[in-house]
C-alpha cells in the first residue's frame, strides 16, 4: 500500500536498478542503453564491449524488467519508464547530456525521454523502433499498422505462449540471450505490450524532438514498418535511417553496426 501510495498516488518515479555504470576518467560524453520488451541491460553485454574506454556507460533494467521493480498496478508506458530514467539518471548525478541507444520499446521510451528533458540528451539512437501509425483519435489508420495491434492483442490474450515461444527462439539464437519470459515477468510484459507499444505516441512525438536521431533497422525485421521509420524522416531533418539486411534482436552483425553508429554520434 505504502509502495502504491508513493509512486501511484504522489507519481514519485521509481529508481530503477543499474545494470552496469562505469565511469571513465575525464569523461565528457555518457552513453545511456535501454533495453527491449522483455529483456533486460544483458541486451547490451556484446555492444559495450566496443564503446570507447573515455566515455561513461548507464545501462539500465527498465521498469518491469530485469532486476527493476514490478509494480502489478503500474502503467507501464513511455511517459512513466521515462521519468523513471530521468530519476535514476539523478541518482547517478549523471549532469551532462547523454547519448541514449534504446532498442524496440526502449527506442520509445528515448523518444519519450527526449520529449519530456530535452536539454538532458546529446543524440538518440534507435534501434529497430516499432513505430505505428496513430490518427488524433488514437486508432491505427494503416493497413499493417493494424495487423501487428492485433498481434500483439492475441499475445495478450495468452501470454502463456510467450514463454514457449521465447524457449524455441532461444534455442535457435532468433532472440538475444537476454529475453526473459517468465511468471515473474509476465504481467509486466503484458501491461508494458499494451501501454507503450500497442497504444504508444511515439510516431508523432519523434517529429518533435530537436535532437540528432539515427534510426538502425533490419529489413527482415517482422516488428518494424519500413514505410513508417521513412515517413518520420521525411518529416525531420534530425533523422537519419541506417538499414540493413537483418532482423530484430540484438545479435551478431547487429551489434558491430549499433556500435560502428555510436562511435560516428560520439564523434
Known amino acids: 500500500m505504502f509502495d502504491r501510495f508513493v509512486h501511484g ?3 514519485v518515479p521509481y529508481t530503477l536498478h543499474v ?7 575525464k569523461a565528457k560524453k555518457t ?3 535501454l533495453h527491449g520488451i522483455g529483456q533486460s541491460g544483458k541486451t547490451w553485454d556484446d555492444v559495450v564491449e566496443h564503446v570507447p574506454d573515455d566515455v561513461n556507460i548507464a545501462i539500465i533494467d527498465l521498469l518491469g524488467f530485469g532486476d527493476s521493480p514490478k509494480p502489478e498496478w503500474a502503467s507501464y508506458d513511455a511517459k512513466t519508464q521515462a521519468r523513471a530514467v530521468a530519476r535514476t539518471l539523478l541518482t547517478l548525478r549523471v549532469t551532462n547530456r547523454v547519448v541514449i541507444v534504446g532498442h524496440s520499446m526502449g527506442a520509445l521510451v528515448a523518444v519519450e525521454f527526449a520529449r519530456q528533458f530535452p536539454g538532458a540528451v546529446k543524440a538518440l539512437v534507435l534501434c529497430s ?3 505505428y501509425k496513430m490518427s488524433r483519435d488514437g486508432r491505427r489508420i494503416l493497413e499493417r499498422d493494424n495487423r501487428m495491434r492485433e498481434l500483439y492483442a492475441k499475445v495478450a490474450e495468452r501470454p502463456e505462449n510467450i514463454i514457449m515461444l521465447s524457449k524455441i527462439a532461444k534455442r535457435y539464437r532468433l532472440m538475444n540471450p537476454s529475453f526473459d519470459a517468465t511468471a515473474i515477468n509476465l504481467k509486466s510484459y503484458v501491461a508494458a505490450l499494451h501501454a507503450s507499444i500497442i497504444r504508444q505516441t511515439a510516431m508523432n512525438d519523434i517529429i518533435t524532438v530537436k535532437k540528432p536521431i539515427r534510426i538502425l533497422y533490419g529489413m527482415l525485421d517482422p516488428f518494424v514498418i519500413g514505410a513508417n521509420i521513412r515517413s518520420v524522416a521525411q518529416k525531420s531533418e534530425n533523422i537519419t535511417i541506417h538499414r540493413f539486411t537483418g532482423g530484430h534482436e540484438v545479435t551478431r552483425g547487429y551489434v558491430s553496426r549499433i556500435a560502428n553508429t555510436i562511435h560516428k554520434v560520439l564523434q
Open 31 to 33: 552513453i545511456v542503453f
Open 129 to 131: 523502433p516499432p513505430l
Open 9 to 11: 498516488i504522489l507519481r
Open 19 to 25: 545494470y552496469r555504470y562505469s565511469e571513465a576518467k
